[in-house]
C-alpha cells in the first residue's frame, strides 16, 4: 500500500532524495539468526555505486552502508534493520536550471501535476539514487535465501546491440564495465558509448536476471504470483518500459507444442526440456531457472536541446546538463538482481507461512 | 498480501474453481452514491463469456451476475459489495485423465508441489474461470473512474499475424470475435484459427488496452508506480509472459532524444509530440493515454500429445482433450481491460487520500 | 487496509447486509490438507444463531453455511474458501420508522455522516448479523489452530450481576442461555433479563476469553504484538466499549512486586505464579493461557422512548421496535472466541513464516 | 502487517534499540506542501524526553530529532520522511545481570522463546525508547489533522490514586510533572511517588486522550472501525493492558436508556446530551469529543528482588537495577497522544480516499 514500502513479508521502506544529506531504508521480516554484516551488503553497493568508470554517472559517491539497528553480535535478531547512506556529492546548482523546465521522459512535469511542486535538486526523490537501497535490501534478502539460491544479472542489448548468447559466460560479466556476459561484445559496448557520451545522446538496454536454486512451490495463484510480482518489482525500477518472463513476447508467436515445457523423470527429480515458462507456472516457480528480461529505456538527461514547457505555462527548450550515466541500463543490472532477491525472499517467507 | 486479493483502496477477493458450484468476489473500496446495477456488470461479462463463437471454449455459461449486497435503491452505499456467478457447464470427467499427470504449460506440477495435491477438475482454483470475477470487478472500476475514462483492448497479434496499425479503428473491435480494431486482418485471424484447430495446437496472442481521458498526477514515485502496478496485474493474467508500457522494448533501442517526449503548450494545456512513455513519466500518469501491452502465451491444452510425467514419478505422455479456446488471448482482451480499470479506480483513491 | 477485512497472513473479507439476499466471506490463506466440512462450521454458527431462547432476539436464521470453494475431497486445498449464509427471516418494514430518524447508540447518524446516506432495513452493514461470518471464519482458524489449543468464552457480568468466580465451570458454559460459567448465577441473570425485557430497555455484559494452549512466541514487538490485535479485534465486535488482557485496568492499582508473574522451573518448562500478564509479555505469547475481556454495551435498540434528530435535521422521539436482543452481550461470546481464534492463527502462520 | 510499521495511509515504519547508535523512522503518506520543521516534531519529543525530572528515568538523552528527508523548502513533498534519533546516553554494562535472566514482567523469556535470543541491552527493541519515533511520527500526524484538532492527554490514576475530575483543566497538565490536569493531585502523586522509589517499587497509572474538533465520518464499520483502530494503536503501547472508549466497562452496568446518547439540534448542528460512546457510534466519528483511556501496567523493573529462570533453565532471583521509571505510565501521555493522533490522521485519510 504504502508508496515507499517494497514487498510484504520481507519487505523494505526507503526514504531520502539524490541532493538531501542521506538516503536510507528499514528492512522488514527478516528471519532471526541470519549471519549479517555490513560488508555483506557493501559488496553488492559496490556494483551500483556510481563514477567507477567512465560509461557511468562521474558523481563521487562511496555509498558507504550503516547497519543501525536489527543485528547484534553479527547476526539478525528479527527485528527491523535500520540503514543508512550518506549522501557526500551533490552539486546541486547543477539543477537551478530546471528549477521551472519540465525535463521531457523525466518525473519533472508528473510530479508537479500531482503533488503542486517538487524537490527538483537531482530529481529530488524521483532520482535513481533511491536505487542504492534495493540494492542494499537485496542484499540481505540473498541471505535469507541462502546459499543455494544464486541470483545472476547481465546486460543482453545496449541500444542495438544484442550480445552473442551462444558466448554467455557468467564470469565474464565482473570483467567489463557493461555486466555483459559475453566478452566478444564488450568492444562494440565500448564504441557505442563512447560515440553516445560525444554525441550528448544516450541510450537504452535490455538486463537479463536468472535466479537458480530457487524451490519448486513459491508463489500463489490468482494475486499473489511469483511472475506477476517480478513484473511489478521491475517495471518499479527507473525507467523500465517492459518485462518478460522466459520466452515473453516471443511466446506468443509460437504453436502450443513449442511453447510447453516438455518434462522426463530424471531420476527421482523432474526435468524440463526446454524452459520457456522462465521458470514458473501459473504463478508458481517450478525449480527450474527463474528468467526474467527487461528493457531500460534512454537516459532521458541528455544534452541534445529538446522542446518543453515551464511551470508558467510557457514555450521553451532544455539542456540536461549535469553528471548522467549515458546508458542507465548499466547500473540497472544489480538493481534487477536485488529486486529478483527481494521478490523471491518475501515468497519464501509467504511460502512457509502458508506451507510450513 | 493476500493471494486472492487484488488492490488497495479499490479491491477485490475471489474465489470459486471451475468445477465448483459458483465463483464469486467481494470489492471493497467504492465509494458510496455511484448507480450501479448488475446489468452494468453483465455487459462486460458477456464480452469475456465462453461459447459465444467456434473460436473460443464450447463450454455454456451464462456468467450471470448477482449482486448480493453493497447495493441499496440503484446506488453502491460504501460498503462490500459481493457478486456471485453460479457454474451451470462442468464437465468434470474431461479431467479424469490428468488427474495423475501433469500438463505441460499448465499449474498442475507446481500446484503439487505447492499444496500437495490438487483439484484437478478443470483445473481447480488456476483455471481462467476466475477471471470473469476480475471483469465483473472491473465494471466497478469503471463506474468509479466515470464516463471522462475511457478503456478499450485489442488484439494486435495472433500467433505471427499482426494487425496493421493503419487500419486502427476502434469500433471494428466488437464488431469481429478476435476484438481485432483491423477489419482487415480478420479473415487472416480466422484462417489461422481454423487451421489451429484442425491441428488439435494452439496460438498465442498481443493484447493493448488503452485508458484514455485518466487524469494526471495518478500513481506515486518508488514502490506505488502506476505502470508497476499496470505491470503485475497484467503480468498476473493466466498465461501472461511479458508486458509493456508505451515504447516498451523497442524504447530500448532508441536514442534519448528519439525516446523522450517534447512537450509544448495547446492553450493552456499540456500537449506532448509522441508518447513512448505511455502516459506514465515516474510512475506518474501524465495525462496522455496510458497504453500497455501484453503478451499471451498459446493455450497448453492441446490435442498434439506432449512427453510428461505423472504424480507417481514415472514418464508418460498427454493429450489434453476437454473443450479448450485454440487461443486463450481472445478472451484476455476483456480482461486486460479491467485489470487496467481496477489499477486506475485504485489509484484514483490513492491519489485523493493523499493529495486531496 | 480494507473496511471489510480482517487479519493479515489467515484473513476473511465479508459481505452483506441485515436485509439483503445473503451473507457471505472470502477466507484466505488457510494451509492446505486441513480436514473441513460445513458441519465443523455449522456447530459454531449455531452457538451464535438467533432465536434460540427468550433472551435472545426472535428473528428466525436457520444460519445455515455453505462452502462454495477452496475445499476439494474433505480437505482445504490452499486457495480462498467462499462461505454464504442465506437471509431468511427479514422483516424490513420493521425499519420503516427509522428510515429518516437516528437511533441514539446506532451507526445511523454516523453513516449519513459519513456516506451521505444508508440501508436503514435492519442497520443494514452494521448490523450485528455480519457477526455471523466472523463466528464461520473462527471456525476455520481453529482448525489451523489444531486440538492443542482450546478457546472458550463465557459471560462474567450481565448489568451489574458478577459471576463467582469460585464457581467457574468451563463445562456450564453449554448449559445455560447465558453462557454462564456458574451455575448458581443463572437464576440471577434470567430475572435480571425477563425484568429487563419488560422495562423495554437493555443490560451491558462482560464477557472473557480464554486461549489454552498456544504456543510460546506469537505475536512480535513493536506493531504486530498480540495483545494490540487482539485489543482491535474485540473492540472491533459491534457493541464493545473495553478491553482488557489480564490483570487489565487492575494492573493499574498493582505495585510492581504484585503485578510481574514470577517463573520457576517445572521439570524443563518454564512456570508461572501469576498470570497478570494475561498470557503475553511485550506482545508474545509466554505459554501461558491468553486471557482477554470485553465490555459490552446496553443493546441501543430498545422500547423506551429517546430523544433524537431526524434526517431533516428536527427533533423527534423515537421507540425502536423489532425483534432485538434484550443484551447483545450474550451472542457476542462466541463472536469473541472466534475473533481471538481468528488472531491466534494469523500469528501461528505469521510467526511461522519468520521463524520457520 | 509489518512488525514494525504502523497504519495504512498515514504510516511509519521504526527502527533502532535502547542501546544501538540511533533509533529512527520513515513516516509515509503525508500529503504534501505541510509546513514541517524539525521544532514542530521536537516540541512533542520533549515531553516524552526521559531525565527531566526525578520521577522518570536518569537516562540523559537530547532525543534530538533530525528530518533526513521528505521536506523541501520547509514543506512536506509528499514523498517518505525519514527522522534519525541519535542515543547519547547508554550504559550497556547495567544489563550484564540479565544477560541471561528472565526479568519477570518483560519480554525477556518471550524473546528468547520467540527468536532464540535477543539483544538484552536495555531491553533491545522491547524497550520504550522506542516510543520516542511514535512521537515524531504523532507530531507529524497533528500537521495533517491541522489546527482544528486538538489531542491532549492526562494522567487520571496513579497507582490507587485518582484525580479528581471536577477540578479538570487542561492547562494544569504542563504545570506538573504527572501530566496531571488536577493540580489537587499533584501533592499526592508526588509523595506516592517518593515513596515507591524508596521502597524500591514501582506503581501503574491510567491515561486519558480526547481528541476534540475531530470530523464526523471518520472510521468505517466492520474493520476499519475507529475504536477497534484506537483500541490496537493504545493497547500496542509498551505496558498497556487495557483501553475503554468512551464510558468504557462501565458501560456494561448501564441500563440502555442510560448509555445511549440522546440528540438535539443545536441550531444546525446535532448536539448530544451525553458521550459515553467517547465519540464513536459503529466505529464511525460522531463530531463528538473521542475519549479513550488506557491502563500502564507498574514499572516491571524493580529493585525489589522477584523468584525467576535464566536461560540455561535453572531457577534463581533477580534485582532490577538501572535507570527506570517508578511510574512508566507518566511518559506514556505524551505516547498516547502520538497514536491517537496517528490513527486520526490516518482515517482522515481513508475517509478522503472513498468519501472525496
Not at 135 to 163: F, H, Y
Not at 168 to 196: C, H, I, R
Not at 313 to 335: L, N, Q, S, W, Y
Request: net charge negative; charged share 25%; proline share 4%.
Amino acid at each position: 500500500m504504502s508508496a515507499n514500502t517494497f514487498g510484504h513479508l520481507f519487505r523494505f521502506t526507503t526514504f531520502g532524495e539524490s541532493h538531501g544529506p542521506a538516503i536510507g531504508c528499514v528492512v522488514d521480516g527478516t528471519p532471526p539468526g541470519i549471519a549479517l554484516s555490513e560488508s555483506d551488503i557493501q559488496v553488492h553497493m559496490d556494483k551500483r555505486r556510481p563514477g567507477q568508470n567512465k560509461y557511468t554517472t562521474q558523481r563521487k559517491e562511496s555509498d558507504t552502508v550503516k547497519i543501525l539497528s536489527g543485528v547484534y553480535d553479527g547476526v539478525t535478531t528479527g527485528t527491523s534493520i535500520g540503514l543508512l547512506v550518506e549522501n557526500e556529492d551533490t552539486r546541486s546548482k547543477d539543477y537551478d536550471d530546471i528549477k521551472d523546465k519540465y525535463r521531457p521522459g523525466h518525473a519533472d512535469y508528473t510530479y508537479d501535476q500531482k503533488y503542486g511542486f517538487r524537490d527538483h535538486r537531482g530529481g529530488g526523490r524521483s532520482s535513481a539514487r533511491e536505487t542504492a537501497m534495493r540494492v542494499a535490501a537485496g542484499a540481505i534478502a540473498r541471505k535469507i535465501l541462502g546459499d543455494g539460491v544464486t541470483i545472476q544479472g547481465a546486460i543482453v542489448c545496449i541500444g542495438d546491440i544484442a550480445i552473442n548468447r551462444d558466448n554467455w559466460d557468467w564470469n565474464e560479466v565482473g570483467n567489463n564495465p557493461f555486466f555483459s556476459p559475453d566478452a566478444d561484445s564488450v568492444q562494440s559496448f565500448e564504441k557505442l558509448l563512447d560515440q553516445t557520451r560525444k554525441d550528448g545522446s544516450s541510450v537504452g538496454a535490455v538486463i537479463e536476471v536468472t535466479a537458480s536454486g530457487a524451490p519448486a512451490g513459491l508463489g500463489a495463484p490468482i494475486y499473489a504470483k511469483l511472475d506477476a510480482d517480478l513484473a511489478g518489482a521491475l517495471m518499479g525500477i527507473p525507467a523500465v518500459k517492459g518485462v518478460e518472463i522466459g520466452a515473453g513476447f516471443e511466446a506468443a508467436r509460437l504453436a502450443g507444442e513449442q511453447n510447453a515445457d516438455e518434462m522426463r523423470m530424471d531420476g527421482d527429480k523432474v526435468s524440463f526440456f526446454s524452459n520457456n515458462a522462465g521458470g514458473i507456472l501459473g504463478g508458481i516457480s517450478t525449480g527450474q531457472d527463474i528468467v526474467a528480461c527487461f528493457a531500460v529505456k534512454p537516459t532521458s538527461s541528455i544534452l541534445k536541446p529538446k522542446r518543453t514547457v515551464d511551470k508558467a505555462g510557457k514555450d521553451t527548450e532544455i539542456i540536461t546538463k549535469g553528471r548522467h550515466d549515458p546508458c542507465v541500463g548499466i547500473r540497472a543490472v544489480p538493481i534487477g538482481e536485488a529486486m529478483v532477491a527481494c521478490v523471491l525472499a518475501d515468497h519464501l517467507l509467504r511460502h512457509r507461512a502458508q506451507c510450513g
